[in-house]
C-alpha cells in the first residue's frame, strides 16, 4: 500500500526573535503541508496537548491518504470527506474481504472515528477564516432537522446550565446554537460508566511498597537503602496517597519538595508558567523568572512538556494552580504516610539520588542511574514489575496501572466524606486539583489550609489499618 503523507519533524519560529522550537508536521510526497503547520502552531500557542495536536496530524494524514487513492473520484471535496467519514465507521474492506482502495482499514469505534472527524473539521474550518472563505469547508453546516434540534438543545442546555455567564445567553444565541448541523454528524456513542478505571487495592498497597518493589536478589531483611530504589517507592507514595497523576511526578524538582520538621510541603508547579526556584530568582534578579525560562537560562533545556523526546517528555492535564506562582500543593492523606514520605524523602536525596554528570544538570528530583532525569516509561516499567510480583495484573482496568492510584485517592476521600462532615465535596475538589464542581461554585473553594486541616482531621475518623502500620515500621527500618 502506498500512502503519500507522512509524520516528521521540523524546527519552526514563533517570530523573529524567539528560538527555534520542535514540532511535528505533515508532509506531503516530501513537502510540508504548511497551512496545517501554521494551524497546529497556533493551537499549541493555546495551550494544545502534544497528544492533541499527534492526533490531529494522524487525522490529516488519513485523510490525505483516502483522497490520494480516491483522486477524481468524488465532485467535490465535501463529498470526499462524507464519504471518508463513512468508511473511517465501517472500514474500506467489504463482507468478501475485497478493498477498492487497497487502503484496509478496519472499521474503528464510534469515539476514535467521531474523534477524527473533529479534527478535521476544526482545521477545514480554521483553513476556511485563514483564507477569508476562499476554500471549501469539508464539513458544512446546514439547516438542522427536526431530531437534530432535538439534540442540539438537549446539548445547548447542559452547557448552559455548567456555563457562569448562562445570564448572558439570549433567544438569539440559543437558535443560532440549535437550527444548524453539520452535514457530516458524530455518531451517539455507547453509554459507558467509569467501572473500566478501578482503584488500585487498598488491601494491596503496602504489598506493593514493601514487597513488590524489593530489588531483584535482595533479602527482606536488608537495609532499606540497599534493599529498595526509593525513587519508585516515592513516586507510588505521591499517586496513591496524593493524588498525582504519574505525568505530573515528573515535573517536580529538588526544591519543590520541602522536609523542614513541621513545615513540610510539596508542591508541583506548572511545567512552563510555575516560577522558578527562590534562589534562581533572587541570584538572575528576576522575582518573575518562570521554570520555562529558567530550564533554558541555567541548563540549556526545554521543559519536559514542551519537548518532544520521549524519554525526557512528561505531559500535563491542566489541574488547578496558585495565581501567584502558578503551583499546586500535594496533600497526603493516609495514617502516618507524611512521616514516612518524608524520611524516605531524606534518604533517597541524600543517599541514594544519582546527582546529574557535569554538562548535564538538571534540577529534576527523581534521576536514572546514569543521573538524567527519570523517564516515566522506565517507572512504568518497573512499577508494572512489581505489580505482578505481589499478583496482580497491571492495567487500568484491573486497578493495576499507575493511574490506578488516583482513583484509589479519589475513593478514599469519597469514603472519608462519608464518615467525617468536616471532608465536603469542595474539599475534595481541592485536595484533587479539579477545575470546578460546576463553574459558579469556584468562589466556595475552601482555603489550602482549610483543605489541609480537614484532611488531617478526617485520618482520625478511619479506622486503623494494621497491615499499614507494619508496612510504615519495615520502611522506616524499625
Known amino acids: 500500500m502506498y500512502l503519500c503523507s507522512a509524520a516528521v519533524k521540523v524546527k519552526v519560529r514563533i517570530d523573529n526573535h524567539s528560538s527555534l522550537i520542535h514540532m511535528k508536521a505533515v508532509a506531503v510526497n516530501g513537502s510540508i503541508l504548511m ?45 470526499m470527506f462524507e464519504v471518508f467519514s463513512q468508511r473511517l465507521f465501517d472500514g474500506t474492506i467489504d463482507s468478501e474481504g475485497y478493498d477498492p482502495t487497497n487502503l484496509r482499514w478496519a472499521a474503528r469505534s464510534e469515539n476514535s472515528a467521531n474523534e477524527i472527524i473533529r479534527h478535521i473539521t476544526q482545521y477545514s474550518d480554521w483553513l ?46 440559543r437558535k443560532n446554537s440549535t437550527h444548524k448541523a453539520r452535514v457530516v454528524s458524530y455518531r451517539n456513542t455507547t453509554p459507558t460508566s467509569a467501572d473500566s478505571q478501578k482503584p488500585f487495592n487498598e488491601d494491596k498497597i503496602w ?19 540497599q534493599k529498595y530504589n526509593l525513587a519508585n517507592l516515592l513516586i507510588t507514595i505521591l499517586m496513591h496517597y496524593g493524588g498525582l497523576r504519574v505525568s505530573e511526578v515528573f515535573h ?21 508558567e510555575g516560577l522558578a526556584p527562590q534562589w534562581y530568582r533572587d541570584s538572575s534578579r528576576n522575582q518573575h523568572c518562570t521554570r520555562k525560562q529558567f530550564l533554558l537560562e541555567k541548563y540549556g533545556l526545554q521543559d519536559r512538556l514542551s519537548s518532544n523526546e520521549k524519554k525526557y517528555h512528561a505531559g500535563w492535564k491542566n489541574p488547578v494552580v496558585s495565581n501567584v506562582g502558578k503551583y499546586f500543593p500535594v496533600f497526603l492523606f493516609g495514617d502516618n504516610i507524611e512521616s514516612v514520605f518524608f524520611k524516605l524523602f531524606r534518604l533517597y536525596v541524600e543517599k541514594q539520588r544519582v546527582p546529574p554528570l557535569t554538562g548535564r544538570e538538571h534540577p529534576f528530583l527523581f534521576t536514572n542511574r546514569n543521573g538524567d532525569p527519570l523517564s516515566i516509561k522506565s517507572f512504568v516499567k518497573k512499577h508494572q514489575a512489581a505489580v505482578q510480583k ?19 485517592y479519589g475513593q478514599r ?37 482549610k483543605i489541609a486541616e480537614q484532611l488531617s482531621q478526617a485520618i482520625n475518623f478511619l479506622s486503623d489499618n494494621n497491615k499499614a502500620r507494619t508496612g510504615i515500621e519495615i520502611l522506616q527500618g524499625n
Open 207 to 225: 504489598d506493593l511498597l514493601v514487597h513488590g518493589f524489593i530489588k531483584s536478589g535482595q533479602h527482606k531483611n536488608s537495609p532499606v537503602l
Open 413 to 449: 476521600l469519597a469514603d472519608a466524606k462519608k464518615i467525617c462532615p468536616a471532608v465536603d465535596e469542595f474539599v475534595i475538589k481541592g485536595a484533587m486539583h479539579h477545575s470546578s464542581l460546576e463553574s459558579q461554585k469556584t468562589y466556595t473553594e475552601p482555603h489550602i489550609k
Open 128 to 173: 476556511f477564516e485563514q483564507k477569508d472563505g476562499t476554500t471549501e469547508l469539508l464539513n458544512p453546516q446546514k439547516n438542522a432537522t427536526s431530531a437534530e434540534r432535538l439534540m442540539n438543545l438537549a446539548a445547548y442546555n447542559h452547557r448552559m446550565n455548567r456555563s457562569f455567564l448562562k445570564h448572558t445567553y439570549t433567544d438569539k444565541h
Open 252 to 272: 517536580i524538582y529538588v526544591d519543590d519538595i520541602i522536609p523542614n520538621v513541621g513545615l513540610e510541603q510539596i508542591r508541583v508547579y506548572h511545567p512552563t
Open 35 to 79: 497551512s496545517h503547520l501554521d494551524y497546529l502552531l497556533q493551537c499549541k500557542l493555546n495551550g494544545r496537548r502534544k497528544g492533541w495536536l499527534e492526533k490531529s496530524i494522524q487525522s490529516i494524514r488519513l485523510l490525505i491518504d483516502y483522497s490520494f487513492v480516491n483522486k477524481n473520484v468524488f465532485k467535490t471535496p465535501a463529498k
Open 390 to 408: 505481589i499478583g496482580l495484573l497491571p492495567y487500568l482496568e484491573f486497578g493495576g496501572s499507575p493511574h490506578s492510584h488516583r482513583h484509589s
